[in-house]
């Protein structure tokens, strides 16, 4: 979907340089091209696509002090802790399509491991318990899950939220280790609760990621264990055409208007940015 904006946007429109560490001084210029609103991975890869087309009268407006967006860490001792994004998910396989993640991840020297996802040991508040059964029960519901939603397809059938499909599908959870397990399985994954998501779309997600013969990338995933931090790729790939001047950190917005002449920008410090297009990257 990104790209297509981005078409549509650059349509209208006939050497690396180190980015700042604090905020920059108050804007006062003239209108830009477009301000870009958020500094994760959709921001800057949106600045780069506008530079490599030859548009660099672009602001990224990033409320923090750096770049990243959810790649984000805290140093604990001398160790990095992620607490955004935490795996590459999906990597290629053989010569088909390469998660972007991933092409950004071996550019920039991402240093990765794997997972033993057969063992895993399982907690409640007494201690060390034993629900493996429940989270195979999950495991085999959030399958079916995956499974329904193309038969759904298939048949026409209009989209419900992922919580009535698991219903659909006779799944239902009864105490708290099937929510702890469903949990594992589906909010911890998508980043949101079943009720929150499309049945349809998940699966898209699903497979676009993980299953190679519909598309995807491949069911390998890579956890990053870089004590420069997961968001160091996206900052070293930023560093190779982003300039000081195509940022304004730690502003927060506070509003965006629309009027013929293009968008307005209301900062939290009082200040007003305008350009031609505002692209929204954060939610």
């Not at 919580?163 to 994954?189: L, Q, T």
């Not at 410090?269 to 939610?283: E, I, P, Q």
Request: with cysteine; proline share 2%; net charge negative.
């Amino acid at each position: 979907m990104l790209s297509v904006l981005l078409t549509s946007f650059l349509a209208s429109f006939a050497t690396a340089s180190p980015l700042p560490t604090s905020a920059s001084p108050r804007w006062t210029s003239d209108t830009y091209d477009a301000l870009i609103l958020g500094g994760g991975v959709a921001g800057v890869i949106a600045a780069q696509q506008l530079h490599e087309a030859g548009i660099d009268n672009f602001l990224i407006v990033e409320a923090r002090d750096e770049l990243g967006g959810r790649m984000h860490s805290y140093k604990v001792e001398n160790y990095t802790v992620e607490v955004g994004c935490n795996w590459v998910q999906g990597t290629q396989t053989g010569n088909g399509p390469i998660n972007p993640i991933y092409s950004l991840a071996l550019k920039h020297k991402l240093v990765t491991t794997t997972n033993n996802w057969e063992d895993i040991q399982f907690y409640d508040e007494n201690g060390h318990a034993d629900f493996g059964d429940a989270f195979t029960r999950a495991e085999n519901a959030y399958d079916a899950l995956i499974t329904g939603a193309g038969e759904r397809i298939d048949n026409r059938k209009v989209d419900l939220n992922a919580r009535a499909g698991y219903s659909v599908m006779g799944y239902r959870e009864g105490n708290k280790y099937d929510w702890a397990s469903e949990y594992f399985h589906f909010d911890w994954e998508w980043a949101q609760s079943p009720e929150q998501s499309s049945w349809i779309a998940t699966s898209f997600n699903n497979n676009f990621t993980f299953d190679a013969s519909r598309g995807g990338f491949s069911d390998e995933n890579l956890l990053s264990v870089d004590q420069k931090g997961f968001k160091h790729i996206l900052q070293d790939e930023a560093a190779t055409f982003l300039k000081a001047s195509n940022l304004l950190m730690s502003s927060t917005v506070t509003d965006v208007t629309y009027d013929d002449a293009g968008c307005a920008v209301q900062l939290e410090s009082g200040d007003v940015l305008k350009a031609k297009y505002c692209l929204v990257t954060f939610s």
